[in-house]
């Protein structure tokens, strides 16, 4: 059972155009991790989103946590072609327990 | 600092056949998990440790699939015997146990990309 469902699955866009990611589930998380994968490595942390509502930027991507802790989403500003990869939402739960999303495929063309 | 370290990086066995990967955390690290990740899909937990004990193998296919990680440092995860469906790449991950804030962190190694023919 998919707990964490992504949206888009895939986006190709140009260099310079603006994009978000979001993620969402029925349940509850503690809080929410997004992390990025390139091909042939293991994902990266990017950030944690812990409280209701939080919202956190990173240069150029901002992140939000919805405030019922349910949903996030990912904006990134003026995408560059270093911004290409596997986007992919975590929730936690219980002790330590993370649940993966199915992730989104971002291509920048330059 | 030395990050999670994985191998083989890939494999190719034929089904029915038996495979073995290891990996080994970062040091002092208590939390050590082992995810299936699927060509176009996100990883999905397969076990968890916490030092040498085992927390969470809710998903893990223990009629084929079992896991040990010895003395509460490296860990190995075997599959014996493989099927079709098993090709995908398996990532180990680990992380210092949580503090009291929430923002833990489980870092990942390269992967173990396996083919089953």
């Known amino acids: 059972t998919q707990l964490l469902e992504q949206s888009p699955q895939f986006l190709s866009i140009q260099e310079g155009e603006n994009l978000t990611v979001y993620c969402n589930s029925s349940s509850v998380f503690s809080s929410l991790q997004w992390y990025r994968q390139e091909p042939g490595e293991g994902p990266v942390l990017l950030v944690t989103?812990?409280?209701?509502?939080e919202v956190k930027k990173l240069k150029r991507l901002t992140f939000q946590f919805g405030d019922a802790r349910k949903d996030s989403s990912l904006h990134i500003t003026a995408a560059q072609t270093g911004d290409t990869g596997l986007y992919l939402c975590a929730g936690r739960y219980n002790f330590n327990k993370f649940y993966f999303g199915s992730g989104t495929k971002l291509n920048v063309k330059p | 600092e030395a990050g999670v370290a994985q191998s083989p990086r890939y494999k190719i066995i034929e089904k029915r056949q038996s495979v073995a990967f290891w990996c080994n955390p970062i040091s002092g690290h208590a939390t050590l998990y082992w995810y299936q990740q699927i060509l176009g899909q996100g990883p999905k937990l397969l076990i968890q440790?916490?030092?040498?004990?085992?927390?969470?193998d809710s998903q893990l296919p223990k009629d084929r699939f079992s896991a040990e990680r010895l003395k509460g440092v490296d860990s190995t995860l075997k599959i014996q015997p493989a099927k079709l469906e098993d090709s995908a790449v398996y990532l180990c991950?680990?992380?210092?146990?949580?503090?009291?804030?929430?923002?833990?962190?489980?870092?990942f190694g390269p992967g173990t990309r396996l083919t089953v023919l």
């Open positions: 991950a680990s992380s210092p146990l949580p503090g009291l804030g929430d923002d833990n962190e489980q870092f």
């Open positions: 989103v812990v409280t209701g509502g």
């Open positions: 440790f916490q030092n040498n004990g085992v927390v969470d």
